[in-house]
């Protein structure tokens, strides 16, 4: 180990990263501010917790209630979150870090690190997941594939017409990218959650690097 720690996260998964969670406030915000136009279910999200500009400024401007704006920046998000998405998926691939950190992911192991975690007995080990955190992050990368191929059956009914047969039409894209949506803040709450309770994790996440003792990966990316 140097006097800087071992390395836990390499530049591309960082990037990735953090472009992700950029990409996934703005698509959440916006979004809410989206569905409050035409709600789906009986109630809205507060203004405050939505994105897309001056609600009074934007009635003024287009007679909508900051539409257009949310829009606008939904669409920003999306591109960022493609190009994250991209990297984080092609380089965990390319370089073997999904390989090597995110498998094995049996249902045995899972059971055994699932009931650990019932009874907050599960370590935490800088550098290596245990199986829950992985069947979260594949469960939070999956959802996020069924986000945006859902989203672009909303955005281009027509020209992916087999995509709106598959989700069972308009409503049916709408619905899915509302569920995929809600298991995304979910995995969100819990992600933020289980930071706060190991804080080191956090500073590996944005350095780079750890001072804690080399993980048992030997600190590979
Ligand atoms: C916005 C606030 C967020 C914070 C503060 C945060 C923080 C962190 C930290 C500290 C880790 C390292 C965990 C560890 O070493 O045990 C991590 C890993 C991870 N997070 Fe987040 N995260 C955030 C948002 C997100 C979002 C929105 C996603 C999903 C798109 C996400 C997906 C992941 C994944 C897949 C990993 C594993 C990274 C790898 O090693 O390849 N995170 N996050």
Do not use: C
């Amino acid at each position: 180990m140097s006097v800087l720690g071992v390395q836990t996260h390499a530049w591309p998964v960082r990037l990735a990263h953090w472009s992700m969670a950029l990409a996934i406030l703005i698509m959440v915000g916006s979004g809410w501010r989206i569905y409050n136009a035409e709600p789906i279910l009986p109630f809205r999200f507060p203004l405050a917790v939505t994105l897309g500009g001056d609600v009074e400024a934007a009635l003024a401007r287009h007679g909508d209630p900051g539409v257009a704006t949310a829009i606008a920046w939904h669409f920003a998000g999306m591109w960022l979150l493609i190009a994250a998405f991209l990297l984080f998926v092609i380089y965990g691939v390319v370089s073997g870090h999904f390989r090597r950190d995110f498998f094995p992911v049996g249902p045995r192991a899972f059971l055994h690190d699932f009931t650990a975690a019932l009874h907050f007995r599960l370590e935490h080990r800088l550098g290596e997941y245990n199986t829950v955190q992985k069947v979260f992050y594949w469960g939070v990368l999956a959802a996020i594939i069924v986000i945006i191929v859902s989203g672009l059956a909303i955005w281009k009914p027509v020209q992916t017409y087999p995509l709106e047969v598959l989700f069972g039409g308009f409503q049916g894209a709408r619905i899915v990218h509302f569920l995929a949506m809600i298991v995304i803040v979910g995995f969100l709450v819990i992600h933020l959650a289980l930071v706060a309770l190991v804080p080191s994790t956090l500073v590996a996440m944005i350095t780079g690097r750890s001072g804690s003792p080399a993980p048992r990966n030997g600190g590979r990316p």
